[in-house]
């Protein structure tokens, strides 16, 4: 079965400060999908970064960066300079590969709440 | 471009009642999933669509159905409401996979309907 943990409820930061959220997954697959999700108070997820089981590189987008390390199963994530707008809950899941058809269900985290506050 | 949009965006219910959730998946999609969001929990899967039926399921009762139509526009039903069922419902939707070897597009969800059961 698969599982996702991040064990990191809330964490506050003053904004421009950096924050790396944690994230631990469990699945006996040797092929999966590592994402992560933010959810604004308004409710709708919305899609941050993807990444596959066989591509390690870390990678940098403005400024979001992620560390995946397949040998520790943990797909970090670290926000650079915060800033208020980026409070949200923030959803790390994992996703089996599939060929064909239709995509897997994703299993998620319970979420870690970030504030930046001002 | 449209995104994924669901309706109604609030509802109350009381205990025994039925209900019925409604999803337009994003344009270009053809596979829609429906998540359960408890109050400070990630996302839990419920079932998924393609091509009108039933793909996948999670760890739901038969209490909860759903529906796929041709327009891939989807339903999601829940009978004999019990108090446990109060949640954010979210839908997703994403491009089907056929004729790719591995999967892993990201979801795109929609603000989801939140169910009050009283």
């Known amino acids: 079965a698969q599982k996702v943990t991040q064990a990191q409820t809330e964490i506050s930061v003053v904004e421009k400060e950096d924050v790396t959220l944690d994230c631990v997954y469990e699945?006996?697959?040797?092929?999966?999908?590592l994402f992560w999700y933010k959810q604004p108070p308004s409710g709708e997820l919305v899609f941050l970064i993807r990444r596959n089981s066989f591509d390690e590189q870390n990678e940098i987008s403005g400024r979001y960066s992620w560390n995946f390390q397949k040998s520790t199963s943990s797909f970090n994530f670290t926000i650079t300079a915060s800033q208020v707008v980026d409070s949200a809950v923030y959803f790390c899941a994992l996703s089996e590969a599939r060929s064909g058809g239709s995509n897997y269900k994703l299993t998620f985290g319970k979420g870690t709440l970030l504030t930046v506050n001002p | 471009d449209a995104g994924v949009t669901q309706s109604p965006t609030h509802l109350i219910k009381t205990r025994g009642q039925q209900v019925t959730l409604r999803c337009s998946p994003k344009?270009?999609?053809?596979?829609v999933s429906w998540y359960q969001q408890a109050l400070g929990q990630g996302p839990q899967f419920i079932f998924q669509y393609y091509e009108e039926e039933e793909r996948q399921r999670g760890n739901f009762p038969d209490r909860f159905s759903g529906h796929q139509f041709p327009n891939y526009s989807s339903e999601l039903n829940v009978n004999a409401l019990l108090l446990g069922d109060s949640a954010l419902y979210l839908c997703a939707s994403s491009p089907a996979l056929a004729g790719r070897s591995v999967g892993g597009t990201e979801a795109f969800f929609g603000q989801g309907t939140r169910l009050t059961v009283v």
């Open positions: 699945t006996r697959d040797t092929t999966y999908y």
């Open positions: 344009s270009g999609h053809d596979t």
